[in-house]
């Protein structure tokens, strides 16, 4: 279980790095092929219908994250989606119970191993909002503390409550329902993700954590 245990957390580790590294890079190119089209979209006046009903999907989005319940909900479908979809119904509890009384949003279970991994998607998005937001250099260093304060808080929240000896395997996971986002913390706050792994706590975007399914199921 110690081998397991250790194998686990430094392929996780090597995971997160990498695509992290992958991740910004792609964020980059994206955003300059963004800028590229958002130029020629601006002398098409034919494109103004389907500007206008994008408009509309995007209000429509925005209302959905602007509610921290909702918000949630959507983080917890996704990330039960992929367990769902790569994992036997046997392998994983979704809102399992804890000897202490708490209740990690999945808990997946290792064959002929008593502890188990806990997976927690209640991801502090508000902070992300506020420096995608920020406009000048105040508003985003203020911004900036915000992040970090809020991802330590939520580490802190995931290691207090999940991280039971002999009943729950280090590290923890903390599930981010955005790859721009997990691109975001690897480019500009390399110091939040390395106390969160001291805190035994893996911070995964979608496509990394398909990737961790894959590492338990090859342990397995």
């Avoid at 392929?11 to 990498?18: G, I, P, Q, S, V």
């Avoid at 098409?44 to 959905?64: G, M, W």
């Avoid at 989606?81 to 009384?101: K, M, R």
């Amino acid at each position: 279980q110690g081998e397991l245990a250790l194998t686990l957390g430094e392929r996780l580790e090597a995971l997160e790095k990498r695509m992290g590294e992958s991740l910004a890079a792609s964020t980059k190119q994206a955003g300059d092929t963004f800028v590229s089209i958002t130029e020629r979209l601006g002398v098409i006046d034919a494109a103004q219908k389907n500007i206008s009903e994008l408009s509309t999907h995007v209000v429509s989005l925005k209302a959905i994250f602007s509610d921290k319940q909702a918000r949630g909900a959507v983080a917890q479908d996704q990330m039960e989606a992929i367990v769902a979809e790569h994992l036997a119904p046997d392998q994983y509890e979704f809102q399992a119970t804890l000897s202490n009384g708490k209740r990690p949003d999945c808990a997946i279970r290792i064959p002929n191993v008593a502890a188990r991994i806990v997976v927690d998607s209640k991801f502090p998005l508000e902070a992300f909002e506020a420096l995608r937001v920020a406009e000048t250099d105040e508003q985003r260093k203020a911004a900036m503390v915000f992040v970090r304060d809020s991802m330590a808080k939520h580490v802190k929240d995931i290691k207090e409550k999940y991280l039971i000896p002999g009943e729950v395997q280090t590290p923890a996971i903390m599930f981010v329902p955005s790859d721009s986002i997990y691109a975001e913390l690897h480019a500009g706050f390399p110091e939040t993700l390395r106390r969160a792994r001291q805190d035994q706590v893996v911070i995964v975007s979608p496509h990394v954590f398909m990737l961790v399914i894959g590492t338990i199921q090859s342990l397995m």
